[in-house]
């Protein structure tokens, strides 16, 4: 009998218990240095855990029931767009033909694979407005990166390289926007936001000038809002020889309505894995493909897949390209995903996914903004944020209304972003959830508010009902403990 509750699998463990046990051999012995060289062998076994497949699946069964995840319940974790995805594309990204293929093999062996890059790359790019794309970035945040890396070259590549030392991105930006302009050598200019959460076109038109090498723009922005003025944005920036990046990350609320390239932006990257299907959280796996304008084709990372003659080929020829950003040619897990996704759903499917993620996002905000403050009462896109402040005069923080949500069984959401909301909480219920989970989350929520003025207490002391209590959050974060040190048994 195995208690799992709190044991790890290195506890369970029982010398000469065996999870499964391999035929007799039909072919004759070898030594096994006689197949691997001496130098590459272990000098002592690996201390791997030993126990029977029963206690190894009741184990991980028990654990997997611990947590909390999009097929187990609503989880409208703001920002990033936890949806339900389909296991059909699952299905389709573990077939023998995508998962058992290597990445050394001959171009004339994965001409399939080839393809699939290919098309999902022109997919892309009719979906974003823009002419070209790559799939190698592994990550949004790794997208940017090699976004700007690209707005480096070409500044280069004219001659102004020294004088466009700066980059804008607005206070309600994504916290790896600053970060990746600040990695590849950029000062960062912030723009407040306007009173409608927008960017203050008069701040921007300050700060922009002949320093400018580009601006990032989220939009909709972290607030949930769609920035009114983006044309005059584009127009600003790129009068004034800056390049205008968009971050992607909100892409669920806009697809097959508006693209970035229409609105004037010059590069955007898009998250794979939060807006076509894949799972994530918990570091990944993820995709950040980039998408660019004409001109900034010659600087996209190597190998670029191509079509000839012969068929698809890898193209390295590419002596303006800003070099190669990632092993091989970026997630291709996530991008098989992402190629079904689209497929399945079609241009009018991608139109409706959008539609009804915001129809979603201000079901809730209306129902909402009866009992907590709304900083921006305007109608929102996939996502909205509220604001814990009411309840704050009962000594309630939004801390304690979200720990709460999880005795309802419902996954927080986004808590203090975007920093320019007190007491923020930002939530996206994406267009996978019905009305009834709908209903539920803003009856909950209600409830929520209706103790923080009864019972505070009650909050303060929440979660009552799961596994652990309140952690200590600062020390998980930055003294993680994550490498558990093990000793397997005596073999006796």
Request: with cysteine; proline share 7%.
């Amino acid at each position: 009998m195995i208690d799992g509750s709190s044991s790890t699998i290195f506890d369970l463990s029982q010398s000469g218990k065996r999870g499964y046990r391999l035929p007799d051999l039909d072919v004759p012995e070898q030594e096994i240095t006689e197949l691997i060289p001496a130098a590459l062998l272990r000098k002592e076994p690996v201390p791997l855990p030993q126990v029977s497949e029963p206690e190894v699946v009741r184990h991980y069964t028990l654990l997997s029931r611990k947590n909390h995840a999009v097929d187990v319940g609503f989880y409208p974790l703001g920002s990033c767009t936890m949806k339900y995805n389909p296991k059909v594309n699952e299905d389709i990204a573990s077939q023998g033909g995508f998962a058992d293929l290597h990445p050394y093999q001959p171009e004339e062996t994965v001409q399939g694979m080839l393809e699939l890059i290919y098309q999902l790359e022109d997919m892309l790019c009719e979906i974003s407005g823009l002419a070209a794309c790559t799939l190698q970035p592994a990550a949004g945040a790794h997208g940017e990166l090699a976004g700007l890396f690209l707005i480096k070259a070409y500044h280069r590549d004219r001659g102004e390289g020294e004088q466009r030392t700066q980059i804008i991105i607005p206070d309600s930006a994504h916290g790896t926007n600053p970060a990746s302009a600040a990695m590849c050598g950029y000062e960062v200019v912030e723009i407040p936001s306007d009173n409608r959460g927008g960017m203050d076109l008069e701040a921007l038109r300050r700060a922009v000038g002949p320093q400018t090498a580009g601006l990032m723009l989220t939009n909709p922005n972290t607030l949930g809002l769609f920035d009114e003025n983006t044309r005059e944005i584009a127009e600003l920036v790129h009068q004034a020889g800056g390049l205008l990046y968009y971050d992607g990350a909100n892409a669920n609320a806009i697809l097959g309505i508006s693209r970035a390239g229409d609105m004037g932006f010059d590069i955007v990257h898009f998250n794979l894995h939060k807006t076509f299907s894949t799972p994530h959280g918990g570091g990944g796996p993820g995709a950040g493909p980039i998408c660019v304008r004409e001109d900034l084709v010659p600087y996209l990372p190597v190998p670029r897949v191509v079509k000839g003659e012969q068929g698809y080929a890898l193209d390295y020829q590419r002596p303006k390209s800003i070099g190669k950003i990632k092993n091989f040619y970026g997630n291709i897990g996530v991008a098989i995903r992402a190629y079904a996704y689209i497929l399945s759903q079609g241009a009018e499917g991608l139109r409706r996914v959008s539609e009804v993620a915001v129809l979603n996002a201000n079901y809730l905000l209306a129902k909402l903004k009866e009992d907590f403050a709304l900083p921006y009462d305007r109608f929102c896109k996939h996502e909205f944020v509220l604001s814990g402040s009411r309840q704050a005069a009962h000594g309630v923080r939004t801390l304690d209304l979200v720990k709460r949500l999880l005795d309802y069984g419902i996954h927080a959401p986004t808590v203090y972003f975007p920093l320019i909301v007190d007491e923020a909480m930002m939530i996206e219920p994406t267009e996978t959830e019905s009305k009834e989970t709908l209903d539920h989350f803003i009856a909950v929520m209600k409830q929520i508010a209706r103790e923080a003025q009864e019972d505070p207490n009650l909050l303060l002391e929440a979660p009552h009902s799961t596994l652990v209590r309140r952690l200590d959050e600062t020390k998980a974060a930055r003294q993680p403990d994550v490498r558990y040190q093990w000793q397997p048994q005596s073999q006796g």
